[in-house]
């Protein structure tokens, strides 16, 4: 009699295994197309051991299409692992590489945890020639909560004629948007910057 129970003893055993050797292929990341789009074997493995999941691959390949480096991509992943997350910022990355922002750059913005809703406006801003450091500047204050100058209103001044070293210096003091629309006012009626300066 015990035969029988030792049978179906064993073929649950048999049944649970082949679940979990299924189970185990079927969340095996596929890194081909990491491979396929330029990335180096060395960089491949790096994020093999960093366990990269199928959707991080599909972002990272993002990535590549976008002529970001094999370092820039490896470090974002990490940045995101410090966080406990998948990376799942390629179209954002990509985006603000593409319209000329640095990737040294990119990876601040990741640092700070400033890839999410903001980035239409940085796209705007480096499109209408604000710098890198400058953007950076802005995202360190918003990630303070502290009050800033926002995009559409450093691309005014900018227009206005006020320089990147100006608008710099008005981000880092935490110049309002309220403000903008005085500091507008006294360049056009041709008061210098170094004393648009002293006033705010």
Do not use: Y
């Not at 700070?112 to 995202?139: C, F, H, S």
């Not at 909560?145 to 608008?167: E, F, K, W, Y």
């Not at 006012?185 to 041709?190: A, D, E, N, P």
């Amino acid at each position: 009699m015990g035969l029988p129970w030792q049978s179906c003893r064993a073929a649950a055993f048999g049944l649970t295994l082949t679940l979990l050797v299924g189970c185990s292929r079927g969340e095996r990341t596929d890194l081909r197309p990491l491979d396929e789009s330029g990335m180096a074997f060395s960089s491949v493995q790096t994020l093999r051991e960093l366990n990269v999941s199928n959707a991080e691959v599909a972002e990272l390949v993002k990535l590549r299409h976008a002529g970001v480096s094999d370092r820039t991509a490896i470090e974002l992943v990490r940045i995101a692992r410090s966080r406990q997350q998948e990376f799942a910022r390629g179209d954002a990355v990509a985006a603000l590489v593409r319209v000329g922002m640095s990737e040294d750059a990119v990876l601040e913005l990741a640092r700070l945890d400033r890839l999410g809703l903001e980035i239409g406006e940085m796209q705007a801003m480096r499109l209408a020639g604000i710098p890198d450091v400058v953007i950076l500047a802005q995202a360190r204050r918003r990630a303070q909560g502290v009050p800033v100058l926002s995009g559409p209103a450093l691309a005014t001044l900018r227009n206005a004629g006020i320089s990147d070293q100006a608008l710099l210096v008005l981000v880092e003091r935490g110049v309002p948007d309220s403000a903008a629309e005085e500091i507008l006012r006294l360049r056009r009626r041709g008061v210098r910057e170094a004393e648009i300066l002293r006033r705010f």
